[in-house]
């Protein structure tokens, strides 16, 4: 079974300065898909990027990017130039074969 | 375009009782998940169809069932509700079994049991 571990509760940072949100994750899996998603109060679950286990290049998507290193299987998320807007719950999620394995989230609160 | 759509948005129940949610998915796509979400948790899988079967079911009990109707939409039925099960219950829908493709999200149902 796939396990999904964000150890830190919650995190703050200040507007327009840059944050490293972690991940780690147990597989025997080689092949598989992980995913940041942003869950805002309204409860919609938002992707926020996407990050394929064969690839070795890490995937980038504005100011959103990971850093994915699949020996230590950790996949960890850098914000940059962070937005009011951007204050959500953070899903770290698996993906294999066809379901989502979720960690516990973390609360990002960014201060204006 | 319409996203995923799931009604009711809210909902109270009393223990005992049985409860059908429902979930409408992206023009064209044909899987839908379906997953609970307990406060301060991340949301835990119950189950997939595609194409109107099964194709994965999570560590969840018989009270929960689901089905897939032709049109693709969906409905997540509990049976004999019990204070555990309140939780916000999302519903997400791919194009195909989502092994490389995103999972659209609903904004969920929240389910109160009292």
């Known amino acids: 079974a796939q396990t999904v571990t964000q150890s830190q509760p919650e995190m703050s940072v200040q507007e327009a300065e840059t944050v490293t949100l972690s991940c780690t994750y147990d597989?025997?899996?080689?092949?598989?898909?992980l995913f940041w998603y942003k869950q805002p109060p309204s409860r919609q679950m938002i992707l926020v990027i996407r990050?394929?286990?064969?690839?070795?290049q890490n995937a980038t998507e504005n100011r959103f990017s990971v850093n994915f290193q699949k020996a230590a299987k950790s996949f960890s998320l850098k914000i940059s130039d962070s937005q009011l807007g951007d204050t959500a719950m953070y899903f770290c999620?698996?993906?294999?074969?066809?379901?989502?394995?979720f960690g516990k989230g973390i609360t990002l609160s960014v201060r204006p | 375009d319409a996203g995923v759509t799931q009604s009711p948005t809210h909902l109270i129940k009393t223990r005992g009782q049985q409860v059908t949610l429902r979930c409408s998915p992206i023009?064209?796509?044909?899987?839908v998940s379906w997953y609970q979400q307990v406060l301060g948790q991340g949301p835990q899988f119950i189950f997939q169809?595609?194409?109107?079967?099964?194709?994965g079911r999570g560590n969840f009990p018989d009270r929960f069932s689901a089905r897939q109707f032709p049109n693709y939409s969906s409905e997540l039925n509990v049976n004999a509700l019990l204070l555990g099960d309140s939780a916000l219950y999302l519903c997400?829908?791919?194009?195909?079994?989502?092994?490389?493709?995103?999972?659209?999200f609903g904004q969920g149902t929240r389910l109160t049991v009292v």
């Open positions: 999620a698996f993906m294999k074969p066809s379901k989502l394995t």
């Open positions: 597989t025997s899996e080689n092949n598989y898909y």
């Open positions: 990050q394929e286990a064969y690839k070795q």
């Open positions: 169809y595609y194409e109107k079967e099964e194709r």
């Open positions: 997400a829908s791919s194009l195909r079994p989502p092994s490389n493709t995103e999972a659209f």
């Open positions: 023009s064209g796509h044909k899987s």
